[in-house]
T-cell receptor, first 112, second 116 residues
Framework: AQSVTQLDSHVSVSEGTPVLLRCNYS??????LFWYVQHPNKGLQLLLK??????LVKGINGFEAEFKKSETSFHLTKPSAHMSDAAEYFC??????????FGTGTRLQVFP | DTGVSQDPRHKITKRGQNVTFRCDPI?????LYWYRQTLGQGPEFLTY????????KSRLLSDRFSAERPKGSFSTLEIQRTEQGDSAMYLC??????????????FGPGTRLTVL
C-alpha cells in the first residue's frame, strides 16, 4: 500500500528566505510522486511530478523536489519565498491503480 | 478556458435531500476522478472512470452515492438522502492515461456542499 506523511502541518517563513516542506512516502514499488498547491478558494494546481526519469524535479514558480530512495523522502524546496507562495501544499503518491493518495497538507505562511 | 469545470460551485441543502454535481473534464482526457476533501484534510479518492466504465470505487462511497459518465465525457455525482457528514468539498479531476506511469491529474475548482 502507498502512503505519504507530511511532517509539518504549518511552516512559516519570511519573504526572501528559503522554503522547505517535508514529505516521506511509503510504497511497495517505484512510486510516482507529486506536489500540488491549493490557494484559498482555488483548485489544486500541480507543482511538479516525479516519475523516475531524474531524482531532482523542477516545477513551476521556482519550486523543486528531490527524490531520495534511501530516505524515502520527497521534500519540496524553493530558494526564496514570495508572498504569493502562501497556500496549502500537498505531497501525493500515485496509488497503483492511478488514484492519488494525498498527505494531510502543509500550510505555508509567508511574512513580509 | 479549457480546464476542468464543475457545477455548481456551492450547494446548500437540508438533510435528507438529494443533490447532484456535474464535472466537465478536459476534452481529450479519457479518465475522470472524483475526490472528497473535508476541512483540514487532503482530498480522498472516491471513484474513477476510464471512458464510460467505472473502474474503481472507494469504500468511502456508500450506497447513497452514485456516479455516472454516460458518454465518456461529463460525469455526475449524486448523493441521496444527504447527511451532515456529507458536508465537504467534492473535487473532480481528469487525465490522459499513459501506459506505465501514474497519470497527471488536473483538478477542477470543486463543489462545496453544506448539509444543514
Amino acid at each position: 500500500a502507498q502512503s505519504v506523511t507530511q511532517l509539518d502541518s504549518h511552516v512559516s517563513v519570511s519573504e526572501g528566505t528559503p522554503v522547505l516542506l517535508r514529505c516521506n512516502y511509503s510504497s511497495s514499488y517505484s512510486p510516482s510522486l507529486f506536489w500540488y498547491v491549493q490557494h484559498p478558494n482555488k483548485g489544486l494546481q500541480l507543482l511538479l511530478k516525479y516519475t523516475s526519469a531524474a531524482t531532482l524535479v523542477k516545477g513551476i514558480n521556482g519550486f523543486e523536489a528531490e527524490f531520495k530512495k534511501s530516505e524515502t523522502s520527497f521534500h519540496l524546496t524553493k530558494p526564496s519565498a514570495h508572498m504569493s507562495d502562501a497556500a496549502e501544499y500537498f505531497c501525493v503518491v500515485g496509488g497503483g491503480t492511478d488514484k492519488l493518495i494525498f498527505g494531510t497538507g502543509t500550510r505555508l505562511q509567508v511574512f513580509p | 478556458d479549457t480546464g476542468v469545470s464543475q457545477d455548481p460551485r456551492h450547494k446548500i441543502t437540508k438533510r435528507g435531500q438529494n443533490v447532484t454535481f456535474r464535472c466537465d473534464p478536459i476534452s481529450e482526457h479519457n479518465r475522470l476522478y472524483w475526490y472528497r476533501q473535508t476541512l483540514g484534510q487532503g482530498p480522498e479518492f472516491l471513484t474513477y472512470f476510464q471512458n464510460e466504465a467505472q473502474l474503481e470505487k472507494s469504500r468511502l462511497l456508500s450506497d447513497r452515492f452514485s456516479a455516472e459518465r454516460p458518454k465518456g465525457s461529463f460525469s455526475t455525482l449524486e448523493i441521496q438522502r444527504t447527511e451532515q457528514g456529507d458536508s465537504a468539498m467534492y473535487l473532480c479531476a481528469s487525465s490522459l492515461a499513459i501506459l506505465g506511469e501514474t497519470d497527471t491529474q488536473y483538478f477542477g475548482p470543486g463543489t462545496r456542499l453544506t448539509v444543514l
